[in-house]
C-alpha cells in the first residue's frame, strides 16, 4: 500500500512555541531600552552577532516547521503554519539589515541595531516592526486559542487520544496487585490531568495576552507551557509505541490458581515438611535471579501469575526497595503466539512499557536517542529494534535521576523463538543491575539447568512442592459433586481415588485437570466407583499418552476435519481466529470457496454468531485439546487456541504429523488452506466507506489502528504463500491475485473516507496504488515465483523485482 507522509499533530504546539519565541525576541529588539541580553556581557560586535545567531536559528526553526504535508490538519493549524511562514520572512528581513549594518562597523551594537530599524522603516524595507509582531501576535492568540478550544483540530484530537491511551494501557483487563494497581490509576489520572491543566493554563495566559499586547512575561509562559503540553503528548506517543496489543492476552488464558494452592511459598520453612524454596528471603533481601522450573503442565505460568498478584509479594519487595520507587511487572513468553509474544523485543518493550507508565519523566533520558531522533515536526521514527532496546534498557539501569528498583516476571523462557542462549544472555544482562531482578520460570532443560542450576542462583522445582496442592484440588472439585460427597463417606474406595489420581499424576497439574474433568463427566452419568476406577485405569500417565488417546476418541465422521483443523493450527505462528477457521470446513467441500465469496464486512453480531457456532464445532472434533477463546481484537473476537503448549508439542512430533496427513486427502495442503482461511477473513473485515468515515472522525487513532491491522492480516497471507512457496515449488496464484483485487477495492474506499479527515499520519492515495504496487509488496514478501510467474504473463516488473530475478539488463 502507498501511504503520504503526514505533519505530526503535536507539531502545532512546538511550532506556536517557536513562533512565541520569535514574536518575544522581536518586541525586546524592537522596544527602546529594553535589554536584550545581560548588559555588559557582549561587546558590541559580540551583541551583533549573537543577535544574528539568534534571529538565524529562528528563522531555521520556522522553516523546519513546515515541512511535511499539511493533510488532516484544521483551518486553524494551516493559519498557523503560514504564521510561521510570515515570521521566518521577517527574520529574513531582519537578518538582511543585520548583514548590512555590520559592514558599517557600528560602536553600540543594539542600540545601533534599533536606530538602523527606524532608518530602514523610513525606507520602506520594513515596514513598522512593531504593527507587524502586533498583526502577528493578535494572528496567534486567536489561531492557538481556537486550536485549543476545538475538538476538530489535530491538536486536541491527538491529545484525546494520547489520554484515552494512557487511560486504556494504564491497567487495561490486568487485576494487579492492589498498591500497584492504585499506584498505576493515579498515574493515568495525573497524566489526563497534567494535560488538561496545561491546556486551560495557556489559555487563560493568550486571553490575558490581549491586554496588554506587549507582555514579554506572558510571551515568555506561553512558549514554555507549548513546549511542556508537546512534550507530555512526545512521552505518552513514546509509551504507546512500546505498548503492543499482545502484550497482557497469554496471561488472560491461564488459569486462576485453585484457592489455597501455592501458600506454601510465602511460609515460614520452619513451619512446614517442605524444604525451603527461598523465595521468601530472595524477593526480601535477594538480587538477580530466581529461577522455577517444572515439567511440562506442572502450573508454572499459574505460579507466575499468583505470585506477582499476591500482596505479600509486594510487601516483600516493598522491603526491598525501601525509600526508592517500585515497579513490578510480568511478561508471558508464548510460543504459540505472536513473533512480538515469543522474541526478546517483546520482553523489552514490556519490561520498558511498564516501567516508563509508572514513570515518564524518566522517557527523555532513558528513550534519549528516540526522544532527540523524534522531532516533533517529523513523521514517526521506525520501530524499536533489539538493539535500541537493549541501549534503552541499559540507560534505564543506569540513570540516577529517580531511586528505583524494579522486579520482573519472565515466565516460560523455554517458549522464546530462537536460540536460549540469546534469552539467557538478556535475563542475567538485566539482572546485573543493582536496580532490577527477575525470577524467570522454565521447563528444567539442559541449557537452563547449566545457567541457572548448580547453586547459580536461587530456585525451586515445582513439583516436589505440589502433591498437597493436587490432593486440595482433586477433592475440593470432585468434592464439590453431591454424589461423590456423599459416597465418599460410604465407601473408603473414593479417598483411594483421590489418592491414585495423586501417585498417577507424578506433579503434573495439567493432567490432573484434564482427569477429573473425565471423572466430572462420569459422575454426571451417574458412573459408581467401579466405572470411576476403570475411567482412571484406561488413562494413561503422562501428557502425551493421554493425547494420544483422546484423539482416538474422535468420531470418524469428524476426523478429516478434525485432522484439517489441527495440521492448520500446527503450522500458525499464532492463533487463528474462529471466523478463519469457519471458512476452513467450508473450503473441504469448495476449495474455491474463499476465492468467490464476496467483499462483505461482517457486523459484530455476525461475529459472534460465527464464533459461538465454531466453538460447538471444535468441542465436538478436538476434544478439550483446542479451544474457541475471547480475544481484545474488536473484530477478530474469538481466536483458536491450544488447550496448553503441550499440546501443539505432541502433534508437532513425527509421529503425530504422519497420523494427521493420513487422515486428509492427498490435496490437502495447509499452507494454501491458511492462505485461503486469511483470504476470507480480510475479505469480511469491516470496510465500508460509512463505517470508515465515522471511525476517522470519530477516532483517528482508532482509524490508524485498523489500517494497521489491515496491513497485517495482508502481510499475514504473503508470510504463509511465501511459506507455501519455499515447501511446495510453485505458487498460489489464485489467492493472490484476489488478494490484489480486495487491497485496490480496500484502497480506494479508505482514500474516499480520510479526505479531509482530522490528525491522521497516513492515508491511502488510490491514485498510486496498481498492479505494480502488488508487486513490489509480492517482491518484499520474497513471492518470487508468484513475481515471475506474473513477469511471464505481462510485462509489469518494476526494477527491483527485475534485480532481484536478475533480469536486469547490463548496460
Known sequence: MAFVTMLDPLSSLKMASTVVQFLDFGWKLATEGCELYKSGSLGSNDELEQITRDIACFAENLGVANNGSDLGLSNDEKALRQLAISCKSLAGKL????????????????????????????????????????????????????????NQSSVMSTLEEIAAGSRKHGIGNLETIDELRNDNMRYNDNTNNKITQLKNEILVALEQLQEPVRNGEKLSIISAKCLTLAAQGKMQEILHSLHFRAITVREDNIHEAHEKTFDWIFKDAATTTLPDPKFIEWVRSGSGLYWISGKAGSGKSTLMKYLWRHRETTKLLQTWAGSSKLVVSIYYLWNAGNSLQKSQQG??????FHTLREIPQLIPTVCSSRWLATDLYGDFPNPWTLQELSETCKRLSLQTIMPLKVCFFVDGLDEYDGEHRD????????????????????????????????????????????????????????????????????????????????????????????????????????????VLENRLSQIPPGLEKYFEKMLDTIEDIYR????????????????????????????????????????????????ISISEKMRKHINARCKDLL?????????????????????????????????????????????????RMLLYQIKHFPWTKHYLYTMYRRSPQAAQQWLDDFHRMVQELMYYSKK????????????????????????????????????????????????????????????????????????????????????????
Open 95 to 150: 537578518l538582511s539589515e543585520l548583514s548590512t549594518l555590520k559592514l558599517q562597523k557600528p560602536q553600540n551594537g543594539l542600540e545601533s541595531f534599533r536606530t538602523a530599524l527606524r532608518s530602514s522603516r523610513k525606507r520602506g524595507s520594513i515596514q513598522g516592526l512593531e504593527k507587524k509582531l502586533e498583526d502577528l501576535q493578535r494572528q496567534l492568540i486567536m489561531r492557538l486559542m481556537n486550536i485549543l478550544r476545538s
Open 423 to 530: 534469552i539467557i544472555r538478556i535475563v542475567e544482562t538485566m539482572a546485573s543491575s543493582i536496580s532490577i531482578k527477575l525470577c524467570v520460570s522454565s521447563r528444567p532443560w539442559n541449557v537452563f539447568v547449566e545457567a541457572f542450576g548448580d547453586g547459580n542462583c536461587p530456585n525451586l522445582v515445582l513439583q516436589q512442592f505440589t502433591k498437597g496442592d493436587i490432593h486440595r484440588y482433586v477433592t475440593d472439585n470432585l468434592g464439590k459433586h453431591p454424589q461423590f460427597s456423599t459416597l465418599q463417606l460410604q465407601d473408603f474406595r473414593y479417598n483411594r481415588l483421590v489418592k491414585d489420581i495423586i501417585e498417577k499424576a507424578q506433579g503434573v497439574f495439567l493432567w490432573v485437570f484434564l482427569v477429573v474433568r473425565s471423572l466430572l463427566r462420569g459422575l454426571t452419568d451417574d458412573n459408581d466407583i467401579s
Open 627 to 675: 479451544a474457541v477463546t475471547p480475544s481484545q481484537h474488536n473484530f477478530l473476537q474469538y481466536q483458536v487456541e491450544f488447550l496448553h503448549r503441550t499440546v501443539r508439542d505432541f502433534l508437532k512430533t513425527r509421529d503425530m504429523s504422519d497420523l494427521l496427513r493420513g487422515r486428509t486427502r492427498g490435496d490437502f495442503d495447509p499452507w494454501v488452506s491458511i492462505s
Open 347 to 352: 520482553l523489552l518493550r514490556s519490561l520498558l
Open 560 to 607: 478429516e476435519n478434525t485432522a484439517r483443523i489441527f495440521q492448520v493450527s500446527v503450522h500458525m505462528t499464532q492463533p487463528l481466529s474462529a471466523l478463519a477457521l469457519a471458512s476452513l470446513e467450508k473450503e473441504q467441500t469448495d476449495p474455491h470457496h474463499a476465492i468467490n465469496t464476496p467483499i462483505k464486512d461482517l457486523t459484530e453480531e455476525d461475529v
Open 724 to 811: 507455501g512457496e519455499d515447501y511446495n515449488g510453485s505458487t498460489n496464484m489464485a489467492v493472490l491475485d484476489e488478494l490484489d483485487r480486495v487491497i485496490a477495492v480496500y484502497a480506494s474506499e479508505v482514500a474516499h473516507a480520510c479526505t479531509g479527515s482530522q490528525s491522521i499520519r497516513s492515508g491511502l492515495d488510490p491514485k498510486s496504488y496498481n498492479s505494480k504496487t502488488f508487486l513490489s509488496m509480492a517482491t518484499d514478501a520474497g513471492l518470487l515465483l508468484y513475481v515471475a510467474e506474473k513477469r511471464r504473463k505481462k510485462s509489469l516488473l518494476p526494477h527491483q523485482t527485475k534485480k532481484w530475478l536478475g533480469l536486469s539488463r547490463k548496460r
